[in-house]
């Protein structure tokens, strides 16, 4: 008969071996703030992908794969290079994302730290990688990676704008976000977590837009969240449950250092 207590140091044993996964993070660049990731590379207007794998919905035809590493790259190149908050507001790894900001303020609290709200652009480029991927993890989709696809809860109007205790109480049941960083797999090539679901993060438009500020990569009760999808429908004060922010700066001139950080 096997002894229980050396069936259980052995199981023990086995787990302590087992290696643990790897970092999706590359790490800081001696560019940015020790808190920031630096995105550096070539933005395309526009990005066609093909699928391999559409399936007709209620509404719409969705894909959930593109065949990897096939891109058409259109329209106008812009060069990135930018210091970019590795989580969402208050950007702290494990904190609880900031919700009900505006674009405005999004702007003042970045403006108060020496940065600046990232331009719709860079959030693209720090979401696609260099290799354009249509998801942040890559070309299949999978609603397990990043905090998106949950239910989504009626939202009491009234109560959101009352402020006080009754707001903050419609809020608490409403929040369906994760901690920043608890979604390991949601991090970009360049080690930006949550850029996809989570809170949809206000951005400075393209110059084409109604307003000066848009809103990115939906939130956790959008099924559909991607690198590109533009929200561009709520005026720069617009403020809901799920809206937050990340801010940007440019890098320090020495950019290099990020060369030796990528894969």
């Known amino acids: 008969m096997l002894d229980p207590l050396l069936c259980l140091g052995a199981l023990s044993i086995a787990l302590l071996t087992v290696p643990a996964a790897p970092s999706l993070d590359p790490g800081p660049s001696s560019a940015c703030p020790e808190d920031m990731r630096l995105v550096t590379g070539a933005h395309f207007d526009e990005v066609q992908h093909l699928c391999t794998d559409p399936r007709p919905g209620s509404r719409d035809t969705h894909c959930f794969e593109y ?44 403006a108060e730290r020496g940065k600046r709200v990232c331009t719709e652009q860079e959030w693209e480029l720090a979401c696609e990688g260099p290799e354009h991927r249509p998801w942040v993890y890559g070309w299949k989709a999978d609603r397990n990676v990043c905090n998106s696809g949950k239910g989504w809860r009626q939202f009491n109007a009234e109560k959101l704008a009352s402020g006080g205790d009754q707001a903050e109480a419609e809020l608490a049941r409403l929040w369906q976000g994760a901690l920043s960083g608890a979604y390991h797999g ?7 977590y949550d850029l996809m679901g989570n809170v949809e993060e206000w951005v400075a438009s393209r110059k084409r837009r109604r307003w000066t500020g848009a809103l990115m990569g939906g939130f956790w009760a959008k099924p ?40």
């Open 186 to 192: 949601c991090v970009s090539s360049f080690g930006v």
């Open 224 to 263: 559909w969240t991607g690198c590109r999808g533009t929200n561009d429908a709520h005026e720069p004060k617009f403020a809901f449950y799920e809206t937050g922010f990340r801010c940007c700066t440019p890098p320090r001139a020495d950019t290099r250092a990020h060369s030796e950080k990528l894969p």
């Open 67 to 110: 065949w990897e590493g096939l891109t058409a790259e259109e329209g106008s190149r812009t060069e990135i290079a930018v210091c970019m908050d590795q989580f969402e507001a208050p950007n702290r790894r494990g904190a609880k994302p900031f919700v009900m900001r505006s674009f405005h303020d999004a702007e003042s609290w970045c």
